[in-house]
């Protein structure tokens, strides 16, 4: 597996790739003189419209912390069906990208479904396990997935990863490989060696340079405005108090309180929780000060609460949880606690995380997000390819309905 003096290798532990040299190449501090097709993203702006904004954004999600508390904790290791196989690259003997890759035997925590997939496959006497996934474990947030560091040709070495990913996928006897919740120019760019490219939807809230709350409020029509004034009313009546927790404020505590809340909704959405109790814990000595915990007391006990990352403009919405359940309470903590945040720290966005068109209602708007897909099987792959097809018109279509049926006024008369 090389490319002139570019070498790979698969590396089955977080562990062993030094923080340092990882995060150089996952949040590389920005260079204006070396951007690239591999360095820009179709950003959303407020209207939807695509703008265009450095790779070198700071994505918590990324950062060598958030794979280590993933992979130390027990929560994504070969046991839960996540096996690491970061694919490294070096140049002349320095790291100069990296890929966070799992090998995988089910199709469980990745929120781009492909279960009909691997089902049809078998069926035509295929095995689709394992297949390797290119995500961060559990985590619906669009982020770089080849990480690439500054002062390289990043064309070469982003060509030296994906073909890379293909020939570990041929070494570990994989059915396909699955990058997902890519941006855009790098699905983009994956496409052009050989993956397969699909769509799907999130609702996003952006922020369009708004001082206050009631700045973003005035920009609904009525009947939407008046309804979230009354939501954010009723959520509280009960004597609830909403707090922000971030950086050492979070204590062990706090982590306790919002890990039953955490586990009350996994139990019940998926059976069993993906993330184990440490993970919180090792997220907290790691990296708190990109940590915001919203959480509701009421009778000097903790009710609920959901667990935020901060980005250097983006604010993404995470995991949810409640032992007592209040009208609107879930929208307080969730969306409009999130909202105020990111205008109070200038953040351009808010990610609320996988699915919920119920989110349209409360300001956020529909955002495609994107992934590549490389199908090992010539016959797989061309069913696969004629079925993406139709689904990405299907996509595109519905956003142009649900962004239609948005909350935003659009004439004067809408005040």
Known sequence: MASSE???????????????????????????????????????????????????????????????????????????????????????????????????????????????????????????????????????????????????????????????????????????????????????????????????????????????????????????????????????????TIHHLTGPDITEDAWDAFFEFYMDTGSRKWGRPYLTRKFFSLIGESMSRDVLLVMAKRDGRWIAGAINFIGSDTLFGRNWGAVEHHPFLHFEVCYYQAIDFAIQRGLKVVEAGAQGEHKLARGYLPQTTHSAHYIADPGLRKAIADYLRRERDYVAEVGRELAEAGPFRKTDDDA
Do not use: M
């Not at 994505?59 to 690491?84: L, Q, Y």
């Not at 925590?109 to 006497?125: L, Q, S, T």
């Open 6 to 240: 570019i070498t790979l290798e698969a590396v089955p532990d977080i562990g062993d790739i030094p923080a340092a040299e990882w995060d150089a190449c996952a949040n590389p501090k920005p260079d204006p003189d070396s951007l690239d097709n591999l360095d820009t993203l179709g950003s959303p702006g407020s209207s939807g419209d695509c703008q265009v904004i450095s790779r070198t954004t700071y994505n918590p999600f990324v950062s060598h912390a958030f794979f280590a508390a993933a992979e130390a904790s027990n929560s994504a290791c070969a046991r839960t069906g996540w096996g690491p196989r970061h694919l490294v690259a070096k140049l002349d003997g320095r790291i100069v990208g990296v890929v966070p890759c799992y090998l995988k035997s089910h199709s469980q925590g990745e929120y781009v479904f492909d279960r009909g997939w691997a089902e049809a496959y078998h069926r035509a006497g295929g095995s689709y396990y394992p297949k390797l996934q290119v995500s961060v474990p559990f985590t619906p947030a669009t982020g770089p997935r080849l990480l690439i560091r500054d002062g390289v040709d990043r064309e070469q070495i982003g060509a030296a990863l994906a073909r890379g990913l293909r020939a570990l996928c041929n070494a570990t006897e994989a059915s396909s490989v699955h990058v997902t919740f890519a941006r855009e120019e790098e699905a983009k760019f994956l496409g052009e060696h050989g993956f397969l490219q699909r769509t799907d939807q999130q609702f996003h809230w952006h922020n369009d340079g708004y001082k206050t709350f009631d700045d973003f409020l005035a920009t609904l029509n009525s009947r939407h405005r008046k309804a979230i004034k009354r939501e954010r009313r009723e959520a509280v009546t009960a004597g609830i």
